[in-house]
């Protein structure tokens, strides 16, 4: 019990991308300060989860259906805020934060592995990239970060994906950061040919399975795949210490230790950190936590989170103009 009121007490002070910070203003569609609030929830697995609410307007509502057997998609927008017209993104924004935590971009991918692992390896086609990876439990995953960036072929990333501090040699270490439109690639699920994205801005109904940006063969994880990874590897209070890699987190010093994982199921995840948007850009946390994302929709859905100065896993919703990394699952 005592351990659990650690735990609450941590998400509850947890400042971490996206967290509100009164110092940077939001911004809805009308330029307005979006207020966001989190309410923290145990679950029985110790599942610490928080739900945002923030205005979202809408005027307009699509609905598509091709087959008796396909999803009908409904999206509501009082204005078109995909790709570079979402006024959070755009590039009028000035980065006034850039902070990495010393992460040391300069060690490769490959170090961060773990060399007792027998890992497995896929090449993505659409690009020629080659990733690890892992089969934990019933689940095959990816052993690092999605680094996918063909806006051509994928027009859900124009405008929607970036490298940490728009440095493009980071990618090579961490991936890329992506919008949850991104993510699920929702112009490609949902185009009827007047750019419904599902993006910031739209509300649309998500398949139960979703490729999104994934290699053919991968999809995007949903929350109920981050759910079983981290009960597979020992419960949610000890997740973030099972998946996180063994070197590149900033030292936990009130605890007197380094804030690295174990890595013991060959997952390396590293402290990717995020780009976040409110009136400014700012991108945070290298060296001190990783985000991922689920296809389980919500008006803020739903991501994973891993951070240095604590052994849990924690799932909370965040905006979806955002960016986090992506790992993908084995179809």
């Not at 493009?168 to 994205?197: F, M, P």
Request: negative net charge.
């Amino acid at each position: 019990m005592k351990k659990f009121l650690i735990i609450l007490v941590c998400a509850l002070c947890l400042t971490a991308c996206g967290d509100d910070d009164s110092s940077f203003a939001s911004h809805d569609e009308d330029s307005s300060v979006e207020s966001s609030s989190s309410s923290v929830v145990s679950s029985s697995f110790g599942d610490l989860r928080s739900s945002s609410s923030k205005k979202e307007k809408s005027s307009s509502s699509i609905d598509k259906k091709s087959s008796s057997s396909e999803i009908a998609s409904k999206s509501s927008s009082s204005r078109n805020n995909s790709g570079s017209s979402v006024k959070s993104s755009s590039s009028s924004a000035k980065i006034i934060k850039c902070i990495d935590h010393n992460f040391d971009w300069s060690i490769p991918k490959e170090t961060y592995l773990n060399p007792e692992i027998q890992y497995d390896s896929i090449v993505d086609e659409r690009d020629g990239k080659a990733y690890k990876t892992v089969e934990i439990g019933n689940q095959v995953w990816m052993a690092e970060n999605l680094n996918y960036s063909d806006s051509i072929n994928t027009p859900s990333l124009l405008g929607k994906s970036w490298c940490y501090c728009d440095d493009e040699q980071k990618c090579n270490v961490i991936g890329r950061l992506y919008t949850w439109a991104a993510a699920i690639d929702s112009v490609a699920l949902y185009d009827d040919g007047n750019g419904v994205d599902c993006g910031y801005g739209h509300s649309c109904l998500i398949p139960e399975k979703v490729q999104g940006i994934c290699p053919n063969g991968w999809r995007l994880p949903t929350k109920n795949d981050w759910s079983a990874l981290f009960e597979f590897v020992g419960g949610w209070l000890e997740a973030a210490l099972a998946l996180k890699s063994g070197a590149g987190w900033l030292a936990w010093v009130d605890k007197g230790r380094n804030g690295n994982g174990t890595n013991s199921f060959g997952f390396s995840a590293l402290p990717a950190g995020c780009r976040i948007v409110r009136d400014r850009i700012r991108y945070e946390d290298a060296g001190q936590y990783t985000f991922f994302w689920s296809s389980t929709p919500a008006s803020t859905p739903s991501v994973a989170i891993l951070q240095y100065y604590d052994d849990p896993g924690y799932q909370r919703d965040r905006n979806k103009y955002d960016a986090y990394s992506v790992r993908c699952v084995k179809d």
